[in-house]
């Protein structure tokens, strides 16, 4: 079974700078794919990244990117110019092959500060 | 836009009571859709897959007789909480999959907050 592991429960970040939020997972599949997905206080799940495992190069979205380490089974966000709006929960996620559920990491609760 | 429909988004129940929830696909045929679990600054918490036109598959711990998953058509799925108490107060969310591509990922309804009385 595959597990996703989120070490921060919670974290902090000065509107403007930059926060990486970490994730490791643990599987034996090769192909995969992973996701960061947002949770503000409304509780509404929005995608904010995507990366499949078979592509080497990091996703990008603006101003958030990801550090994928397939060897190190190591998925980290990197949020730049940190806004107020981005203060919520975010889950890593990891999904087996499309049609299969996502597991979630525990969450990390990011707080932009001004 | 909102591609998954979620109803109602609150509900208050009386304990002994049932609750239904439902999932709407938008404009999408959904054969596959997925209900989780959230307590109260926690993860989410896969409960079951529903499958159109079959029984669904419930993770291990969730009682299929309480938590009752009826997927009659590809736009729908509801979730029936029977005979709710008061720790089945709780959020619960629907998700499907969204898209022909493989890597799509599960987009999620806006979550229902069951409160038992």
């Known amino acids: 079974a595959q597990t996703v592991t989120q070490s921060q429960p919670e974290m902090s970040v000065q509107e403007a700078e930059t926060v990486t939020l970490s994730c490791t997972y643990d599987t034996s599949e090769n192909n995969y794919y992973l996701f960061w997905y947002k949770q503000p206080p409304s509780r509404q799940m929005i995608l904010v990244i995507r990366?499949?495992?078979?592509?080497?190069q990091n996703a990008t979205e603006n101003r958030f990117s990801v550090n994928f380490q397939k060897a190190a089974k190591s998925f980290s966000l990197k949020i730049s110019d940190s806004q107020l709006g981005d203060t919520a929960m975010y889950f890593c996620?990891?999904?087996?092959?499309?049609?299969?559920?996502?597991?979630f990491g525990k969450g990390t609760r990011l707080s932009v500060i001004a | 836009g909102a591609v998954v429909s979620q109803h109602p988004s609150r509900v208050i129940c009386k304990s002994g009571t049932s609750v239904k929830i439902e999932c709407r696909s938008l404009?999408?045929?959904?054969?596959?859709m997925f209900w989780y679990r959230q307590f109260p600054k926690q993860s989410l918490m896969l409960m079951a897959t529903s499958n159109e036109g079959s029984k669904a598959t419930y993770e291990q711990g969730v009682e299929k007789d309480k938590f009752l998953i009826n997927h009659a058509s590809l736009t729908l799925s509801t979730l029936t909480v029977t005979s709710a108490h008061p720790e089945d107060s709780s959020f619960y969310i629907c998700?499907?999959?969204?898209?022909?591509?493989?890597?799509?990922?599960?987009?999620f309804g806006n979550g229902t907050r069951l409160t038992v009385t």
């Open positions: 404009d999408f045929q959904a054969t596959t």
């Open positions: 990366q499949e495992a078979y592509k080497q």
């Open positions: 998700s499907a999959s969204y898209g022909r591509a493989n890597n799509s990922p599960l987009h």
């Open positions: 996620a990891f999904m087996k092959l499309r049609y299969t559920p996502l597991v």
